[in-house]
């Protein structure tokens, strides 16, 4: 899985800052790849918050095809709308209704979409892999909108341009990582992309949903919620994956809440001016309460949203710059 993400694309005598045809992943990146993209993110924001005329025509003539096999709200939407304000035709797969419910495979569903001609393809898919398994089968970029336990790349990097935004850095933060684990693809990104950004990460995490050895990842993990957000500068909580779960890994989500629900008590054992983030969709009084989520001085939950457009517009444009025959790119 490494070796298509991280192939560097030939330019000159050395490669691109950002040397990948797809975006599958965090895992393969360099640090400063990564610093690239949020970089390239920043410019969008301003023109996003614009009271009118949101649009740069750059990726004009290009067919986006968004595809997910998993619902999605802020992911998909954000991905249309960076799409179109680029100036890219978009088209959402209607999965439900397309031939996928025929029993048609995920290459055959692969290939027909890359005889459509689809200049760039955005994939979200319960099973792990398999976005990557589409990024070996077209011919242009890929873009892993979230696929199973694995990756979700560019919620990963809209939680670090959040955190960037509001901390000034991330280098040296303690941020804290909570909850269900083991089941999140975004725990796993923001793992790999706040480590390889030099900050303190810990992982808190029941011991039912705390992978094997997630120390090897370079975090520290805590099975004590209140332990684990001792002076934490950023709490990131991560929801239930109730659909994710075949068996019995918490009780019930009324004792979950009793032991790993962030409330305003437990939120008073980090920093003074911890801020609070979470990826949604949220169970409110299961792993957050709502009066934290809300909180609109500790609270980063819709800056998050807000930062997904903009990373989302950075990664298609620099995804594409080569087909596009951007100078120095092509
Ligand atoms: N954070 C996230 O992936 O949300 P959606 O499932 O709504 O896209």
Redesign the pocket.
């Known amino acids: 899985m490494l070796e298509p993400q991280t192939r560097p694309i030939p330019h000159g005598h050395g490669v691109h800052p950002f040397p990948h045809r797809h975006l599958t992943g965090i895992f393969g990146l360099q640090p400063w790849e990564i610093t690239f993209l949020l970089d390239e993110a920043e410019q969008w924001i301003a023109l996003n918050r614009a009271s009118a005329a949101k649009h740069d025509n750059r990726l004009a003539g290009l067919t986006l095809i968004n595809a997910f096999f998993?619902?999605?709200?802020?992911?998909?939407l954000s991905f249309e709308i960076a799409g179109k304000r680029l100036g890219a035709d978009v088209v959402n797969m209607a999965v439900a209704q397309s031939s996928v419910s025929k029993g048609e495979t995920l290459i055959d569903t692969a290939v027909t979409l890359n005889a459509m001609r689809a200049d760039v393809i955005v994939i979200?898919h319960d099973a792990s892999g398999a976005v990557q398994l589409i990024a070996d089968k077209v011919d242009c970029p890929v873009l892993n909108?979230?696929d199973g336990r694995h990756e979700?790349p560019t919620?990963a990097l809209l939680d670090a341009l959040t955190i960037r935004r509001r901390k000034g850095q991330i280098a040296g933060l303690k941020i804290a990582i909570c909850g269900d684990v083991l089941h999140s693809r975004?725990a796993r990104s923001n793992i790999l992309a706040l480590t390889a950004l030099a900050a303190d990460v810990r992982v808190i995490a029941p011991p039912t949903l705390m992978p094997a050895a997630i120390e090897r990842m370079g975090v520290t993990p805590f099975t004590d919620f209140d332990a684990g957000l001792d002076g934490a500068d950023v709490v990131m909580m991560l929801r239930l994956q109730r659909e994710r779960m075949a068996g019995g890994f918490v009780p019930s989500p009324r004792e979950y809440h009793a032991l790993y629900g962030l409330t305003p008590e437990r939120l008073a054992r980090a920093a003074p001016d911890a801020i609070v983030m979470h990826?949604?969709?949220m169970n409110r009084g299961v792993e957050i309460d709502s009066v934290v989520a809300d909180d609109v001085k500790r609270s980063a939950i819709t800056e998050q949203v807000e930062m997904g457009v903009a990373v989302r517009m950075a990664c298609l444009d620099v995804l594409t710059r080569a087909q596009r025959g951007v100078e120095g790119w092509a």
């Open positions: 998993e619902n999605s709200t802020r992911t998909l979200r909108a979230g979700h919620q975004v990826p949604g969709p």
